[in-house]
């Protein structure tokens, strides 16, 4: 089988059912790829909304579970899937259609580990207003893993959805979601780049992102996600140890964390106004991450200094000053 499409599914009764539809217009023979749906214990009526096109198509499985987190529920997808490779489309976003039989075909000609594609940001608002893509000519462009990631990782776009994955190289670098948190992505894309031998980058667009959904994980900050922005920290700042990473390559990751670390103290600011709780999630941080230490210039260090020594302050006189100054340039930058 060349494809296992894995669709993570929870309270998405609106947006499912353009999700599925989007993976039957490709152009690709059903006999050549698999559909999973992970059912992750939806409390709508995300599954009876879809439930026709399933018994439309022989080539769909859904497995269900009760509510355990996107990451279980791609995991277990990743687990039983039989494609030689693999894709893992958000069930609120949609594939452009015709848009990922020609990215298939190049990665069954080349073997490479990563496909990573481009995609398209339309606010959820505007959905309706959409109609259709027109797409630049077909091309490609093959890069190492390492060169992948100096050269086009966003380390705030870690989105899994935009790329076609080897299973055999997911199973033999032992690439897995951390279970049970957001940001997931980030440290599974990241240790994905740094493992790869051979990828293929391209600006093809392959999917539709729905920006700013009402409800969505992105909408929300609270010490129990902090929690999450800590372990994807800590996940990714020990990858510093994958032998023959290049001191480009070490720089970048280092700034990668960084910039993880500044994002979360924005939703802090944003979000917390309690000082137990911004107080909470540098305990947190503390904890999970401890071995934490940004070197890259004198802010860097400074903070560092801060958060290793008067954590407490340094949120609180980042909480007082952003309230006076930075709240309206804040909201740009947490909503982007």
């Known amino acids: ?10 309270n998405v009764e609106k947006y499912i059912r353009a999700c599925i539809k989007s ?32 018994s439309q198509h022989a080539n769909i499985t859904v497995i269900n579970q009760e509510n355990l987190s996107l990451s279980v529920a791609r995991n277990k997808g990743i687990a039983i899937a039989k494609g030689e490779y693999i894709l893992m489309p958000d069930s609120d976003d949609l594939l452009i259609e015709n848009s990922l039989k020609p990215l298939l075909e190049k990665a069954l000609e080349t073997k490479v580990d990563l496909v990573v594609a481009d995609f398209l940001e339309i606010e959820d608002k505007d959905m309706s207003k959409f109609t259709g893509v027109v797409q630049k000519e077909f091309s490609v462009q093959e890069k190492t893993g390492q060169l992948l990631f100096l050269e086009d990782l966003n380390p705030r776009q870690c989105y899994v959805w935009r790329t076609l994955f080897r299973r055999e190289f997911l ?6 979601f951390i279970s049970g948190i957001y940001l997931q992505d980030v440290p599974f894309t990241h240790k994905c780049y740094l493992n790869a031998q051979r990828c293929l980058r391209t600006t093809w667009l392959l999917n539709i992102y729905r920006k700013n959904r009402p409800g ?7 010490v129990e996600k902090s929690r999450s922005y800590s372990i994807a920290m800590a996940a990714t700042w020990n990858l510093r140890m994958i032998m023959g990473l290049s001191p480009e390559v070490l720089y970048k990751l280092e700034e990668d964390v960084y910039m993880t670390f500044t994002e979360m103290v924005y939703q802090i600011i944003y979000f917390l106004k309690k000082g137990k709780d911004r107080h909470k999630v540098f305990d947190i941080l503390k904890f999970e991450v401890p071995q934490l230490d940004f070197t890259h210039g004198t802010k860097q260090k400074v903070t560092s200094f801060m958060i290793r020594h008067l954590p407490y302050l340094y949120i609180d006189l980042f909480y007082y000053y952003g309230q006076i100054v930075y709240r309206k340039v804040w909201e740009k930058i947490i909503f982007f």
């Open 1 to 10: 089988m060349d494809l296992s499409i894995i669709v993570p599914v929870y």
């Open 23 to 54: 993976i039957y217009k490709q152009g690709l023979d059903e006999e050549c790829f698999e559909v999973i749906i992970v059912n992750d214990g939806s409390t709508d009526r995300s599954m009876e909304v879809i439930q026709d096109i399933i």
């Open 171 to 176: 199973h033999d670098n032992h690439i897995r």
């Open 216 to 222: 969505a994980a992105t909408t929300f900050f609270n």
